[in-house]
């Protein structure tokens, strides 16, 4: 009987899981600061003070968060940290990715990520960083760039893990 019990929460779990991930963008938007003004002719809310957002699987940490909405509806949100955070779990069947940036650009219309400056992203076990990253959340298609100096350059690491042996 007990393990029965356990193999219903589990498969609760995971079709709780399995639902949440897909609508991430049907869930609302909370978000949580230590102050925040909002300008309704403008259509721009700006959030101080230890942000935290959080829709679905997704969360962002920043120091500051503004958001651009147009007839009501969240098109833009731009955040700023040193440096700002993003994490999701785009699928079932890889882990969470990690992103970071000092500017991360969250375009919800087209489920694309802009991550500036110091720009870092992970994902099971493989990191990429550059001066810029653009994530195309819905292909899952990352491009990275280095800053303008020629010394900089793009890095990715991949873990021993998931590279393949040669036969």
């Known amino acids: 009987m007990h393990y029965k019990s356990i193999l219903l929460i589990a498969i609760a779990g995971w079709c709780a899981l399995a639902t949440a991930l897909p609508s991430d963008r049907q869930q609302p938007i909370k978000i949580e600061s230590d102050r925040a003004i909002q300008d309704d002719k403008k259509g721009i809310t700006v959030y101080e ?26 098109d833009k949100i731009i955040c700023v940290g040193k440096p700002a955070h993003y994490q999701q779990r785009p699928n079932l069947e890889d882990g969470l990715v ?27 076990g493989t990191t990429i960083t550059g001066d810029k990253i653009n ?15 020629k010394r900089e350059r793009i890095q ?5 893990s998931n590279q393949k042996d040669a036969d």
Not at 135 to 146: G, H, P, S
Not at 156 to 160: F, G, Q, R
């Open 156 to 160: 990715m690491i991949i873990p021993p």
């Open 98 to 124: 990690f992103a970071s940036g000092d500017t991360i650009e969250y375009y919800l219309a087209s489920d694309k990520i802009a991550l500036l400056t110091n720009a870092s992203l992970e994902q099971n």
């Open 49 to 74: 003070g230890s942000v935290v957002i959080r829709q679905g699987t997704i969360k962002i940490n920043a120091d500051k968060v503004t958001v651009y909405s147009d007839k009501n509806q969240v």
């Open 135 to 149: 994530y195309d959340l819905k292909a899952e298609v990352v491009k990275a760039t280095a800053g303008g100096n």
